[in-house]
């Protein structure tokens, strides 16, 4: 039996938004997350772009007197910390998944607690700034029809997600 997957590619809802977050650092590994939160109060957190191609974003925050991370994950066009558990909070948006753990009531033990934003030290790109905006107004398809050179048009594609649409079963 084989199986085959399709999927459709979509855009990072509010991408302008998270841009526009202070504590959204952009690109960034965990060790250099890390350096950033050392010796910070439980709650300090950061939004970053994800080291692994599967996801999109990570939060680092300090939690149990260390610093951890977590990886934002996306399922049926909401996004969470564990996609997979139908218990965990889940959000249409990024920043709305962000908003929901900084109440420290909402927070189990396993759970980021992102209370207190560690704001970040630089201004995006100009670059950077134009795709958000852009890529708010358009879909992931429609990205093809803009009168753009082809390295552009992929440079809009980047904050994307694929979405299972149907599975087919062969014999």
Not at 95 to 117: R, V
């Amino acid at each position: 039996v084989h199986t085959q997957v399709d999927y459709i590619h979509c855009m990072v809802p509010d991408l302008l938004a998270i841009t526009r977050c202070s504590f959204y650092w952009g690109v960034m590994d965990r060790y250099e997350a890390e350096r950033l939160l050392d010796g910070r109060p439980e709650g300090t957190f950061l939004l970053r772009d994800s080291a692994q191609e599967e996801f999109l974003f990570s939060v680092s925050f300090r939690r149990y007197g260390r610093s951890l991370h977590a990886r934002i994950e996306q399922w049926n066009h909401k996004f969470s910390f564990d996609s997979h558990d139908p218990g965990v909070f889940a959000s249409d948006t990024v920043c709305g998944l962000i908003e929901h753990y900084k109440d420290p009531s909402c927070c189990m033990f396993f759970e980021p607690m992102l209370t207190l934003p560690l704001h970040r030290s630089f201004p995006f790109s100009l670059q950077h700034l134009c795709r958000a905006a852009i890529c708010d107004k358009i879909t992931y398809d429609g990205i093809n029809f803009i009168p753009l050179p082809k390295p552009l048009r992929e440079y809009l594609k980047y904050y994307h997600y694929k979405q299972k649409v149907r599975v087919r079963r062969f014999e």
